[in-house]
């Protein structure tokens, strides 16, 4: 085990590196995380593990609605041309809560 000082430093100059904090990894540079891709699938994992119950109930309903060619999170028709199953207005949160404030305010 680690000393917490000793760890706050590591993940502190691996940030300044632009590295990975946790694992140390490389984080690719157009990427708005601060961990690399196989630290946060491994939260996705984890945060998926956790709501098992809740998240096969919302995924059962989001089948169903990408089926009936409904947007999956608010229900709303998605026209079958369209290029995502997805609504504009689930796109556009969905876009915001992914990419940092900072990237979403360069957009503009
Ligand atoms: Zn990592
Ligand atoms: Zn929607």
């Known amino acids: 085990m680690e000393e917490p000082a000793v760890r706050k430093k590591k993940y502190h100059k691996r940030l300044k590196n632009g590295l990975c904090p946790r694992c140390g990894g490389k984080v690719k ?19 998926r593990e956790n709501t098992d119950t809740v ?25 079958k041309k369209a ?3 997805i609504c504009s207005k689930c796109l556009k949160k969905q876009y915001k809560n992914e990419s940092g404030a900072k990237k979403a305010k360069k957009r503009k």
């Open 29 to 47: 540079k157009s990427s708005p995380y601060k961990t690399c891709e196989a630290c946060r699938e491994f939260y996705r994992e984890y945060q």
């Open 55 to 79: 998240n096969d109930l919302r995924r059962e309903r989001y089948e169903l609605r990408k089926k009936k060619g409904l947007c999956p999170r608010c229900g709303v028709p998605v026209g």
């Open 83 to 85: 290029k995502n199953f």
